[in-house]
């Protein structure tokens, strides 16, 4: 949360408890927020709060490594994967999917497709295909760690053992 907002809030807030624990609980502000501008110690501060505010900057992280890049384990490439890349996948598949559906088969021989580490590269049907499916597993890790975190969250029992989860450990 930038400086003005904090002090916007602190000045507006800061004795409506209420409202800044519904703001914590809907990710709106961070727990660190919440203590900084209600004075509360760790042990004044609900652990559902805690817990609702530790989901929230989860459920951020959990996006954030999902939009940045992953290496193919096919073509040892590095690939973007931010929203627009996605967007540039999902318009690539249904141009292969016209092309079979028009023709029969797919006539493509080669994709060019951007990477991080080699600027434009050739790709075969069935490779970019399989970078596909490495870019599903980068996914489908990202969302494993957060039920895990999610998991561990629900299983803490103070608001120290909630604040002390990461997304990175």
């Known amino acids: 949360m930038d400086n003005k907002l904090r002090a916007e809030l602190y000045y507006k807030l800061k004795n409506d408890k209420d409202k800044l624990k519904d703001l914590a609980g809907e990710g709106k502000i961070t727990l660190s927020d919440y203590i900084e501008i209600t004075g509360d110690i760790w042990e004044d501060v609900p652990i559902e709060i805690a817990k609702k505010s ?22 040892g490439h590095t690939y973007g994967y ?25 006539q493509t021989q080669e994709i060019p497709w951007f990477t991080l580490d080699a600027g434009w590269v050739n ?6 295909y399989n970078v596909l499916k490495d870019a599903a597993i980068h996914e489908d890790t990202q969302w494993s760690i957060f039920k895990q975190k999610s998991i561990e969250v629900q299983n803490a029992t103070t608001v120290e053992e ?8």
């Open 82 to 106: 931010s929203e627009s890349d996605q967007q540039n996948i999902m318009k690539q598949i249904n141009a292969l999917n016209m092309e079979k559906e028009i023709y029969g088969i797919i």
């Open 54 to 75: 530790k989901i929230q900057e989860l459920y951020s992280k959990l996006f954030q490594a999902i939009n940045t890049q992953f290496i193919s384990s096919t073509t």
């Open 123 to 128: 790709h075969t049907v069935a490779d970019f």
């Open 162 to 169: 909630v604040e002390a989860i990461k997304w990175d450990d």
